[in-house]
C-alpha cells in the first residue's frame, strides 16, 4: 500500500529505502546536553516520565566523543545487519539547547563519516531560534535533515500534568517558524495521558490540519525512578492493553494524511527499567498487531483525512 511494501500505513524505513535505494540506519548520540525542563530553566524534575537517560536507548558512554560514537555505530550496525548508510540521531535530552556556534561543531562532527547521508535532531519546541534554524537548514542542503519535537499531546491540561513546561500554542509557532525554513518536522505524541479516545484523536486531527511531514507515536510507560513510576505505584495511573493500544493507533493513522512518515509505532523495550505495562518490551508483536487491524478493519492511513 505504501513504499512498495504490504503496509498500510508510511513507514519512515520504507520511505527511507525508496528514497536512497538502501535500507538507512540511525546511529544514536549523546552530546551531552541537557535540558532547561530539568536544570530549572524551566521547571524542576522535568517531565514526569523522562528518566535519568533523557530517553536515551543506547548502551555507549558520552565519554566518548561524537566521532567516536559514530565510528562504534557504523561498526556494529555494519556487522550486525551488513548496513551502508547512516543517519546521525540527536537523542537524548534536549539537542539544541546550546549556543548556535557549538551547536555548529557538535552536528558537523556526526556529519563527517562518509556513510552519513543525514541528521535528525530532538529537542523542544521552546529550545530553537531563527539562528538554530539557519544552522539547521543550511546543512539540509547537503544532508538529509529532520528536527523531532517533542509534543506530546496539543492539549495544554495534559502539557501541565506531564510537566511539560510549555503548552500547545508553543509548539505551533516552533512548528511553523521551522516550516518557513524547509526543514522536515517529526512530531513526538504519546498515547495514554489521562486522555480519552476523544482527545487523542483531536491531537492527530491538530496535526493532520498542520500536514506534519513525520510522527512518533509512543505508548505511555513507566520507566523506574521516574515520577510517572512513583505515580503508578500509588495507583494515580493505569496503562492501557495492547489491544487498546493498537486499536488507538489504527484510529490515529486513518486521520493522518496519507503523507505523513511514521517513524515509529512500537518501543524497542526498555527491558532493565521498563516496570509497566510489561507488553511493550514486545515491539515486533505490537506491530504485526497493527498491521492485522488495519487488514481486519480493511482501512489505510489517510482513510479519514479531510484537506482543510
Known sequence: MFNNTDKRYNQFSAYLKNRFGAKIYKITIDAGFS?????????????????????FSQ???NTLTIEQQVEEGIKNLSQRFKAEKFMSYFQAYTNTYKPVNELENIYFSALKHPDIIGISIGTRPDCIDNDKLKLISDIGKDYYTWLEYGLQSSHDKTLKKINR?????????????????GINICVHVILGLWETRDEILQTAQRLADLKIDG????????????RLWQMYQNKEIDFMSEDEYVD????????????????????NGYRKTLVAPRWLGAKLDCLNKIDKEFLRRNSFQGRLYKPI
Do not use: Q
Open 35 to 55: 535540558c532547561p525542563n530539568r536544570d530549572g530553566t524551566i521547571s524542576s524534575g522535568g517531565c514526569i516520565f523522562c528518566d535519568d537517560s533523557g530517553s
Open 59 to 61: 548502551a555507549h558512554s
Open 165 to 181: 513546561g510549555h503548552d500547545f500554542d508553543c509548539f505551533v509557532k516552533a512548528y511553523e517558524k521551522t516550516k518557513e525554513y
Open 215 to 226: 510522527v512518533k507515536i509512543h505508548m505511555l510507560c513507566a520507566l523506574e525512578g521516574t
Open 248 to 267: 488507538l493507533v489504527c484510529d490515529f493513522l486513518e486521520i493522518l494524511p496519507g503523507e505523513t512518515t511514521i517513524h515509529r509505532l512500537a518501543g
